[in-house]
């Protein structure tokens, strides 16, 4: 069945240091998307990066970037320079794409408080 | 482009009572969803479609119904409201074939059943 699976309810970070927000997946499709989103204390969800199951390159933008270990089915989201505006909430999701269904699962979320 | 608009922001429900919750994209996209988001169980999937029509279940679907007459809009109807479905809704939609297909959510509903 599908599933993610994030360990971390909570996560301190330094100012202007790399976090690293785990995620691990099960799925038993070959094709499948993840993808990291973050949602501030406001409320709204924000779409941040997205890997591929076929792609070999890890994803990247900016300060964000994905460290996709397919074998061990993880999907780790890394970033870079912790910034105060980073302090959030972080959802990792996968999409799986079974017989035309697309079903967006999440995992729980991990909270990551950026310390000045 | 208002991207995905939901309403109404907030509503307060008595136990048994029926609501309809709007959702609206502009985008043109294929698939939309509801979620649900209570503390410590992050987002859970209620219902989806893949396009006008095409509706089906996700995680959580009782009590919750949905229908997707238009591309366009995608409510989610609660049919006799429970204590038990009070959290913060959020809708989403994204193509189906356009990678990354990223889902844009949108504002989120804050449903207190009393």
């Known amino acids: 069945a599908q599933k993610i699976t994030q360990t971390q309810p909570g996560m301190f970070v330094q100012e202007k240091e790399a976090v690293t927000l785990d995620c691990t997946y099960d799925t038993s499709d070959q094709s499948y998307g993840l993808f990291w989103y973050k949602q501030p204390s406001s409320g709204e969800m924000i779409f941040l990066i997205y890997q591929g199951s076929y792609d070999e390159q890890n994803a990247t933008e900016g300060r964000y970037s994905l460290n996709f270990q397919k074998a061990r089915k993880s999907a780790n989201l890394v970033i870079s320079a912790s910034q105060l505006g980073d302090s959030a909430m972080y959802f990792c999701?996968?999409?799986?794409?079974?017989?035309?269904?697309?079903?967006?699962?999440f995992g729980t979320g991990t909270r990551l408080k950026v310390l000045a | 482009n208002a991207g995905v608009t939901q309403t109404p922001k907030f509503q307060v429900l008595k136990t048994g009572q029926s609501m309809t919750l709007q959702c609206a994209q502009d985008m043109n996209h294929e698939y939309m969803s509801w979620y649900r988001q209570d503390p410590g169980m992050g987002l859970r999937l209620i219902h989806y479609?893949?396009?006008?029509?095409?509706?089906d279940q996700g995680e959580v679907p009782n009590g919750y119904n949905v229908s997707r007459s238009t591309t366009e809009d995608f409510p989610l109807r609660l049919l006799s409201a429970a204590p038990s479905q009070t959290s913060v809704y959020f809708c989403?939609?994204?193509?189906?074939?356009?990678?990354?297909?990223?889902?844009?959510f949108g504002p989120g509903t804050r449903l207190t059943v009393t």
């Open positions: 999701a996968m999409r799986e794409a079974t017989s035309g269904t697309y079903k967006y699962i």
């Open positions: 479609s893949v396009g006008a029509g095409i509706t």
């Open positions: 989403a939609s994204s193509f189906v074939a356009v990678v990354p297909y990223e889902q844009y």
